[in-house]
C-alpha cells in the first residue's frame, strides 16, 4: 500500500502543564478526505496547527510520504505542499481577487511564474481557477474579496491552494458560518479537490456536512482518538453521540426535530429552572 500523504505517529501536545492531544495517530491519504469531528475543545485545531507548521508536536513523529519530517513553521508545511484555509478563507477584504490569489506566492521552484506583479495576467489565471471549480459567477477578477459570499471566499482560497500545488488541503470548519445553499457549494467544491487527487483535512461540527464528503472520520473526544472509522461504518446518530462525547445526542436530537414538525416549526420550551 503506498504511504499516506501526511501521517501523524503518536503526537502528543502539551502546552506548559496542559496537556492538549494525547498519542495521535492518523493517515491522510491523496483522493481522500479525513473529517475530523469532535465537540468544542477537544482538540481538532490544536491538530491541524500541527499538521500545518503552527505548534510542533512535545512527542512523536510527523511523516510526509512516509519519511519523517519536521515542520517548524507554516511556510515549511507550505512548501511541501500543505495548504491550511481558515475560517472566512483567510482572504483580505480590500483586495481584488487577482491580488490575493498571487499575494505571498514568492517564486520558489514549480510555483507561479509572477516575480513582478501583471495585474491583467494575475486576473486571468485567478477567475479560471475558480471557474474551473465551478464557480462561475465570477468574471472579474478586480472585483473585492469583500464583496464575495462567505461560501465563494471559501471557495476561492480552496482554488488558490490548488492552483499552486497544494496536495494536502486543511479546512477548519469551512461551512460553520454559510447557508445551506452556500455550504453545499463549498462541499461541492471539497468533492473536486478529492477528484484531483488531494487529500482533503476537514473539520466541522455539522454530522450531515461530514457525512457528505467524508471517505474516513476520526472523533477526538478530550485531545485523543476516540474513533476512527470509514465511511458507512456508522450511522449519523452513532456520529452524533461520538461528537458529543459519547452522550446520547442523537436521540434527543430527533425528540427537538419532531416536537419542532409538529409545532410549525417551534422549538420545545425550556424546562422550567
Ligand atoms: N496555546 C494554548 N495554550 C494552552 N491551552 C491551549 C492552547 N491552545 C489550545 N489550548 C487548549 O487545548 C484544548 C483544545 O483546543 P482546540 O482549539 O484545539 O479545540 P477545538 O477542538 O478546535 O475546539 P472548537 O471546536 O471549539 O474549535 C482547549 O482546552 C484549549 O483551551
Ligand atoms: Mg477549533
Given at each position: 500500500m503506498v504511504a499516506p500523504i501526511l501521517a501523524l505517529r503518536g503526537v502528543n501536545k502539551s502546552f506548559g502543564p496542559i496537556d492538549?492531544?494525547?498519542d495521535i495517530t492518523l493517515d491522510v491519504r491523496a483522493g481522500e478526505v479525513l473529517c475530523l469531528l469532535g465537540d468544542n475543545g477537544a482538540g481538532k485545531s490544536t491538530l491541524i496547527k500541527i499538521m500545518s507548521g503552527v505548534h510542533q508536536p512535545t512527542t512523536g513523529k510527523i511523516e510526509i510520504d512516509g519519511d519523517a519530517v519536521g515542520l517548524p513553521s507554516p511556510r515549511a508545511a507550505s512548501e511541501k505542499g500543505i495548504a491550511t484555509v481558515h475560517q472566512f478563507g483567510?482572504?483580505?477584504?480590500?483586495?481584488s481577487i487577482g491580488r490575493s490569489f498571487f499575494?505571498?506566492?514568492?517564486?520558489?521552484?514549480?510555483?507561479?511564474?509572477?516575480?513582478?506583479?501583471?495585474r491583467k495576467r494575475a486576473n486571468e489565471v485567478a477567475v479560471k481557477a475558480v471557474r474551473d471549480f465551478g464557480?462561475?459567477?465570477?468574471?472579474?477578477?478586480?472585483?473585492?474579496?469583500?464583496?464575495?459570499s462567505g461560501g465563494e471566499r471559501q471557495s476561492l482560497a480552496i482554488a488558490r491552494a490548488v492552483h499552486f500545488g497544494a496536495r494536502v488541503l486543511i479546512l477548519d470548519e469551512?461551512?460553520?458560518?454559510?447557508g445551506v445553499k452556500q455550504a453545499t457549494h463549498v462541499l461541492r467544491i471539497v468533492n473536486e479537490a478529492k477528484r484531483r487527487g488531494l487529500a482533503v483535512v476537514f473539520i466541522t461540527h455539522q454530522v450531515m456536512h461530514a457525512m457528505a464528503v467524508g471517505d474516513h472520520f476520526a472523533v477526538l473526544i478530550r485531545g485523543a482518538v476516540a474513533a476512527d472509522f470509514k465511511k458507512g461504518e456508522k450511522t449519523r446518530e452513532e456520529i452524533t453521540d461520538l461528537m458529543a462525547g459519547?452522550?446520547?445526542m442523537a436521540s434527543l436530537e430527533a425528540e427537538i426535530e419532531g416536537y419542532m414538525a409538529s409545532h410549525d416549526g417551534h422549538p420545545p420550551p425550556l424546562p422550567a429552572q
Open positions: 492538549v492531544l494525547h483567510g482572504t483580505f477584504p480590500l483586495m499575494v505571498g506566492v514568492e517564486p520558489t521552484k514549480g510555483w507561479g511564474p509572477f516575480k513582478v506583479y501583471d464557480i462561475t459567477r465570477i468574471e472579474d477578477g478586480d472585483r473585492l474579496v469583500g464583496g464575495l469551512p461551512t460553520a458560518a454559510l459519547g452522550a446520547s
